[in-house]
T-cell receptor
Framework: AQSVTQLDSHVSVSEGTPVLLRCNYS??????LFWYVQHPNKGLQLLLK??????LVKGINGFEAEFKKSETSFHLTKPSAHMSDAAEYFC???????????FGQGTILTVHP | DAGITQSPRHKVTETGTPVTLRCHQT?????MYWYRQDPGHGLRLIHY???????DKGEVSDGYSVSRSKTEDFLLTLESATSSQTSVYFC????????????FGSGTRLTVV
């Protein structure tokens, strides 16, 4: 079994400041890990994915995440927040049989001017 | 997203009535999934399919059934809708057990009154 815990349900930053969204996972094997973003009343968009090729993963829109096996973490970061980054972010684990995904509870990112 | 459509996009139904949601893909992907999204829970897997007529239960399958009679269509049925099934439903497809990622539909917002 696997589980995903997003450590903050809400994160608030000012425009131009760094973003850190935290995610821990629990898995009995080496999972695939993803970050998805969902803007209000929209579908899910893939930001980035980790599939064991490299521990530092770069995604779209300046986001990146680092896989740390010793800490079972996969935190999402961005050096400088933009107003358009305001959305809900999901950390997701895969790699199970039949490709089933396990979602974290979501983190709502608010960006203040 | 291109290659996957969900219908209807919105539906309001009464308690006790049957409801069927449709997921249609044009990608010829083997794996299809139904998730529901509720605040504070992220997305949770309802049912999934790994081929025509091959389906299995996810973590929140009670009250739901599915059918897949052809590769491109995956139907989710609420036999007798309840208010607790008010949610946003997402369909996803995957080519190869998730190794190459997933594509999500735009979602169906279902309200049971």
């Amino acid at each position: 079994a696997q589980s995903v815990t997003q450590l903050d349900s809400h994160v608030s930053v000012s425009e131009g400041t760094p973003v850190l969204l935290r995610c821990n996972y629990s898995s009995s094997y080496s999972p695939s890990l993803f970050w998805y973003v969902q803007h209000p009343n929209k579908g899910l968009q893939l930001l980035l994915k980790y599939t064991s090729a490299a521990t530092l993963v770069k995604g779209i829109n300046g986001f990146e995440a680092e896989f740390k096996k010793s800490e079972t973490s996969f935190h999402l970061t961005k050096p400088s927040a933009h107003m358009s980054d305001a959305a809900e972010y999901f950390c997701v684990a895969g790699g199970t049989s039949y490709g089933k995904l396990t979602f974290g509870q979501g983190t709502i990112l608010t960006v203040h001017p | 997203d291109a290659g996957i459509t969900q219908s209807p996009r919105h539906k309001v139904t009464e308690t006790g009535t049957p409801v069927t949601l449709r997921c249609h893909q044009t990608e010829n992907h083997r794996y299809m999934y139904w998730y529901r999204q509720d605040p504070g829970h992220g997305l949770r897997l309802i049912h999934y399919s790994y081929g025509v007529k091959d389906t299995d239960k996810g973590e929140v399958s009670d009250g739901y059934s599915v059918s897949r009679s052809k590769t491109e269509d995956f139907l989710l049925t609420l036999e007798s809708a309840t208010s607790s099934q008010t949610s946003v439903y997402f369909c996803a497809i995957s080519e190869s057990n998730g190794a190459y990622g997933y594509t999500f539909g735009s979602g169906t917002r279902l309200t049971v009154v």
